[in-house]
């Protein structure tokens, strides 16, 4: 029992620092309300529901339709059986959407970005990336075979160097996030684009966070910082703003899609998605390209609560996503707040290590269109009470 008792030591540990995570189950789908087994009604203010389409009327009959026509299951991976007409059609309704001339669809984010760059790249090649990238593309990286530089977070003299370092590489390739997850920033494309063509280095961008959410129409941070149609390629979701179901894809040149739908593992070895997420997927895309609406809305919600909390004299990383930080500093009063917070009606989560850096514990408020002007001053006034009896916001 050794290892078991290993485990058991540990997670006492977490339990002493106050470090461990809970998991508090809805009784309700997501949404901008929820209802908290054991809490009541609370306004939900840290989910990736964006648009709020999780629960969007047009896109559950999408699903519910999709399995009457469709059925619940394929049963296989893509290349044997387990490809439906819908499923070509979602791809194709992605890459116009990023402009990019293929996709490949994958269970998750996750899978699309470990079957990236291990299948593309070997140890001729290098990978550089972003300090900060999500976890998804640390693992995925750590499967590659290539050489791997990393360079300091958004920090464009610190890509040149590492751009530098791999000159002798026969390929090289940048990854960034679009969206920093737990930060709200834009990784600086423009420059990154320049420096890329540069250097003849292949820019990929996980735009997890900025699809759907960023740019005029939704188009991601490409699009917001005025270079949408200069990236080479993308990996990103549809877990977050396309509906909040599940599922992922990597999107760019058709040869880079041809070479994964023959060689990536998490593609080739795991189930196709289901077909009520490939149709909710597409009835997400109507939505967003009927018009701007969703995206305006979540704008002006992100605007209103920014400044919202600036005003009261609470402490957030400056921007302009819907990912609003709160600093906090400790792990364990950060996961203290959020738990008064909830008492307070308002459900938002506390990050420490190792999620994010030692000492760097913060809130994560995020907001979505789905939310009410009201409903995001009963969160504003909230924090601010609560911050304040912690310490963390000015008296
Ligand atoms: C930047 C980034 N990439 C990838 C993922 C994983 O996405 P998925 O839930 O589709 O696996 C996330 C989700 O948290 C993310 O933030």
């Known amino acids: 029992m050794t290892l078991l008792t290993t485990l058991s030591t540990e997670l006492d540990q977490m339990a002493q620092a106050g470090t461990l995570k809970r998991e508090l189950p809805l009784r309700t789908p997501q949404g901008a309300v929820v209802e908290v087994e054991g809490k009541g009604e609370v306004i939900m203010l840290t989910s990736n529901n964006y648009l709020g389409l999780a629960n969007h009327p ?9 399995e009457g026509d469709y059925g619940y299951g394929l049963a296989s ?68 075979k290539c050489r791997k530089e990393r360079y300091k977070n958004r920090d464009v003299a610190d890509l040149r160097r590492a751009l530098d370092a791999t000159r002798d590489a026969r390929n090289r390739l940048i990854m960034t996030d ?30 997890s966070h900025g699809t759907g959410v960023l740019g005029k129409t939704g188009r991601g941070t490409a699009e917001e910082l005025g270079v949408f149609g200069k990236i080479d390629a993308y990996t990103s979701t549809l877990g977050k703003a396309l509906g909040g179901s599940h599922g992922g894809f990597t999107t760019g040149p058709k040869v880079l899609i041809d070479y994964l739908r023959q060689k990536s593992r998490p593609y080739l070895f795991s189930n196709t998605l289901p077909p009520a997420v490939v149709m909710g997927s597409i009835a997400a895309l109507d939505l967003l390209e009927k ?65 994010v850096p030692q000492g760097q514990a913060r809130l994560r408020c995020q907001i979505s269109a789905a939310h009410t002007t009201e409903q995001l001053d009963r969160a504003i006034t909230a924090i601010v009470e609560v911050g304040q009896k912690y310490g963390v916001v000015a008296g």
């Open 291 to 355: 018009d701007t609406s969703f995206v305006d809305r979540l704008r002006r919600n992100t605007m209103h609560f920014r400044r919202g909390l600036t005003e009261r004299g609470v402490r957030i990383r400056e921007g302009i996503t819907p990912i609003v930080p709160i600093l906090i500093g400790d792990t364990a009063k950060a996961i203290a707040i959020s738990a008064e917070l909830l008492d307070h009606g308002i459900f938002v989560s506390g990050f420490g290590f190792p999620v």
């Open 77 to 144: 991976v893509r290349f044997i059986c387990g490809t439906q007409t819908i499923h070509r059609i979602l791809e194709k309704r992605i890459s116009e959407f990023f402009g990019m001339e293929e996709t490949i669809l994958y269970g998750s984010c996750w899978n699309a970005n470990e079957g990236l760059f291990q299948t593309i790249l070997t140890d001729e090649d290098a990978i550089i990336s972003d300090e900060l990238n999500h976890a998804s593309i640390i693992d995925g990286i750590r499967l590659a």
């Open 178 to 207: 679009g969206v920093f997850s737990m930060e709200g920033s834009l990784a600086p494309l423009p420059e990154m684009v320049q420096l890329a063509r540069e250097h003849g280095a292949f820019l990929v961008v996980d735009d």
């Open 58 to 66: 047009a896109i559950v009959a999408a699903a519910e339709k999709a």
